[in-house]
């Protein structure tokens, strides 16, 4: 292997676990809301998607920010 596609390859892998951690951190905060309160009773598949749903939104979209936050981080250096 190369060294550009073992420095690929670590970013991928590096991207990947960012990304399930902040899903799973979403995930986790997300159980403090009570959804049953804002949706229809007797629900539970329902409420259990929107659980998912908004635990891949917020969790990528964490995971987008905390990345291309490192990465501009890390292009500072460039700079001088």
């Not at 009570?34 to 949706?39: E, N, P, Q």
């Not at 635990?55 to 964490?62: C, D, E, K, M, R």
């Amino acid at each position: 292997m190369t060294d550009i596609s073992t420095m690929i390859g670590m970013q991928s892998i590096t991207a990947i676990l960012v990304h399930i951690t902040c899903m799973a951190i979403t995930w986790w905060a997300l159980q403090a809301v009570d959804m049953t309160k804002v949706m229809k009773k007797n629900k539970v598949a329902q409420i259990q998607a929107i659980y998912i749903i908004l635990t891949i939104v917020i969790g990528s979209a964490l995971g987008n920010f905390l990345l291309t936050y490192f990465q501009y981080s890390q292009n500072i250096s460039n700079l001088f």
